[in-house]
């Protein structure tokens, strides 16, 4: 009977929707992803593998600007809460939120930069997608080395020295591909998320000048939401590989990072009025919504401009942006001829009408 192969895993990464694992033997590694409906399985021999490497990337920087931009407003709610005495179960319920915002900041940048690390054989490059953090990916490399050395036997310097190549002129030998054809796009979905910027922005300054319940201004302003996520993302998908201006295109994120964070402030202070005011426990947000109370006149103000100078911004760049495409764009070819080009043909014309024919 052959012996059955020992595995040890040494690195494992949960996502959501399925999982990823390196598993360890004595002659090979074996790389198994796994999802909701389906296991793959890939095997590296020791043997074959020629190197590993660890490209570093931005992804720490983006999910801290990320996770950020929930933070902040939970922090600045909480401290709000605690200077100003607010009931026991309200700082409580920010608490516990902020808490949770908190955590997976500090961990994302306590866990160290991210990185994608490949593992190199004479007939493949594959992606360890398990790993994506440098301080994991050294750690892996180190349990891995032992076993490859013991196989392949470890390099003399005098051998280092023999396979060191400059990688500058590698890479200039190696020829780039062409790149891939820019698109010009309609920037309909840019211009419905500014302008819906703008009535945003209207709607928030009345609410804040006109005091009252406002039931139809709230249903409006769900709606102006939900239209304005779904412009944001169509035009983030229209955007993609296209030749519209790098300006215009960080702006377009801008305000979707702003709407997720307005819908956060007004969820979160919606469930802090509720529990300071629990007679009002149940009512929407527009009778929540006091303009009486600084705190929610704060948020409409600045909401209001906010929304005013990003929905103008937007607006005044993909004028310009228009009037760069115009002026980009071939002049179409003369439809009538030159002075000099129309007298010859009259001349040829009465030319051929004058000659004498023979009947």
């Avoid at 790389?31 to 590296?44: G, I, K, M, P, Q």
């Avoid at 920010?94 to 915002?101: D, K």
């Avoid at 796009?185 to 006109?210: C, D, E, N, P």
Wanted: proline share 6%; aromatic share 8%.
């Amino acid at each position: 009977m052959s012996k059955q192969t020992q595995y040890r895993r040494i690195y494992r990464y949960s996502r959501l929707g399925g999982s990823s694992s390196i598993w360890e033997s004595e002659s090979h590694l074996l790389l198994v992803r796994n999802s909701v409906l389906a296991e793959t399985y890939r095997r590296f021999y020791f043997r074959d593998i020629q190197a590993v490497m660890i490209q570093q990337n931005h992804y720490r920087l983006f999910n801290a600007l990320t996770l950020g931009f929930l933070v902040l407003p939970a922090v600045a709610l909480l401290a709000s809460s605690i200077g100003r005495g607010w009931d026991i179960a309200a700082t409580i319920t920010i608490s516990i939120s902020t808490a949770a915002l908190l955590a997976p900041f500090v961990i994302n940048l306590t866990r160290g930069p991210c990185c994608k690390c490949f593992l190199q054989t004479s007939v493949q490059r594959e992606l360890l997608d398990p790993i994506t953090r440098v301080r994991d990916a050294r750690r892996v490399l180190d349990q891995i080395k032992p076993r490859i050395e013991s196989i392949q036997g470890e390099l003399g310097e005098d051998q280092l020295d023999t396979y060191t190549i400059d990688i500058a002129e590698a890479r200039a030998d190696v020829p780039k591909p062409p790149p891939r054809p820019l698109r010009v796009i309609q920037v309909t979905f840019h211009k419905a998320v500014y302008l819906l910027m703008l009535l945003g922005a209207a709607t928030s300054l009345f609410m804040l000048v006109s005091p009252g319940d406002h039931k139809v201004i709230a249903v409006s302003v769900a709606v102006i939401i939900v239209a304005s996520f779904v412009c944001n993302i169509g035009a983030l998908f229209r955007q993609f590989r296209s030749t519209l201006a790098k300006p215009l295109r960080v702006l377009t994120w801008c305000a979707l990072a702003y709407l997720c964070t307005g819908v956060f402030v007004s969820w979160l202070y919606s469930i802090v009025h509720a529990f300071g005011s629990l007679n009002r426990l149940g009512q929407g947000l527009s009778e929540a919504g006091n303009t009486h109370d600084p705190i929610y006149s704060t948020i409409l103000l600045v909401d209001s401009l906010l929304s005013a100078a990003l929905g103008l911004v937007g607006l005044l760049m993909l004028r310009a942006h228009g009037r760069t495409l115009e002026s980009l764009r071939p002049s179409p070819p003369p439809t009538h001829h030159p002075p000099e080009a129309r007298a010859q043909d009259d001349a040829d014309n009465a030319d051929i009408n004058g000659a004498p024919t023979n009947e």
